[in-house]
């Protein structure tokens, strides 16, 4: 058995990807072509969306930005290195049922729902299409975390030894994000649809920051956007994500300037580059990272 696929009622609005790209702009997230079109299809089609990409490419917030606009609420699961299903999926609520031993109900079982604890995964799927499901970073869990979630990846249900299986009434939105520390298995993988997420090239890194920073002036915004670009391709550890040019803008504003020099450019690194060896390349390269503008 399967969920049926929510396609009707959680699209409703967004007959087309440019319909669903507009909405999401409305709620702040700008997503390119392609990016829309696989979250188009996630939510036609019912099935998860990977989305793999580097630091601060917009890969968390989308999941946000699409729980904002189909007003469903946001599960998120951070996971970790040594996650189990203790922490994502449920827990027994001990000290609810040692209160029932306790209460002489020594021989009732306190294996059933009422003394379960939801973690995030049983609650999305409870929510069904409620719900955007949020499972972030899942290349910092273990292979056994991923393996454990194809079951609810494929069929939208989990299996609890002790009540059996539980199946989602309805398909929540579920979102899986990487940032490739290591690979994703074929199995994940192949169950979902897949989007690289890239760094927005310069033209639209000036439409997010007018989103994003309203109050930065319409050429600092532009002169950041593509500083940041350039910057973006040195040879650097950590490319600087969109959140990281949005402050910077935001930093120079609170500044009071009003133009990028290169002298503002290095004063304020800080809130753009946050490592030590990229500040170092970013000096070295400030003559083409702010171009003359005397
Ligand atoms: N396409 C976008 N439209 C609007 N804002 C964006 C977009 N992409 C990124 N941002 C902004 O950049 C910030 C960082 O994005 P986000 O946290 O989603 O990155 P990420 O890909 O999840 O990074 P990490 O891998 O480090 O978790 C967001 O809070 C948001 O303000
Ligand atoms: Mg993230």
């Known amino acids: 058995m399967s969920t049926t696929s929510p396609s009707s009622e959680a699209a409703a609005g967004f007959s087309t990807v440019a319909d669903l790209q507009r909405g999401l702009a409305s709620v702040d997230y700008l997503a390119d072509d392609s990016l829309a079109m696989a979250a188009f299809l996630a939510l ?12 601060g490419v917009g890969k968390t917030e989308i999941a946000l ?14 996971c970790y290195e040594g996650i189990d299903t203790s922490q994502a999926l449920y827990d027994w609520h001990y000290a609810r049922q040692l ?5 002489g109900q020594a021989h009732a079982d306190v294996f059933t729902r009422e003394f379960l604890l939801p973690r995030p995964l049983l609650s999305a ?33 989990v299996t609890i030894p002790e009540l059996g299986r539980i199946q989602a009434p309805t398909r929540p939105l579920v ?5 490739r520390t290591r690979d994703l298995h074929n199995a994940v993988r192949r169950r979902c ?22 109050q930065v002036p319409e050429a600092l915004a532009a002169e950041v956007a593509g500083a940041v ?26 500044l009071g300037l009003a133009k990028l020099d290169r002298q503002t ?19 070295e390269a400030i003559d083409d990272v702010v171009p003359d503008t005397a």
């Open 99 to 103: 209160l029932a031993v306790r209460e």
């Open 265 to 283: 450019a290095l004063d304020t690194l800080a809130a753009l580059i946050k490592d030590v060896d990229d500040q170092q390349a970013v000096v």
């Open 193 to 214: 649809l897949y989007s690289w997420v890239a760094h927005p090239d310069a033209r639209r890194e000036l439409e997010i920051l007018r989103l994003r920073a309203p």
């Open 125 to 157: 799927l409870e929510l069904g299409s409620r719900a955007v499901l949020l499972i972030d970073e899942l290349d910092r869990a273990d292979d056994e975390f991923e393996a454990f979630l194809l079951e609810l990846l494929s069929d939208f249900s």
């Open 44 to 55: 036609r089609m019912g099935r998860p969306l990977l989305l793999e990409g580097e630091n």
């Open 175 to 179: 979102v899986l994000t990487s940032n």
């Open 65 to 78: 930005a699409l729980a904002q606009l189909l007003g469903r609420e946001l599960v998120r699961l951070q």
């Open 229 to 254: 670009a350039r910057i973006r391709g040195l040879d650097l550890v950590n490319r600087p994500g969109v959140g990281e040019a949005v402050d910077w803008a935001s930093a120079l504003h609170m």
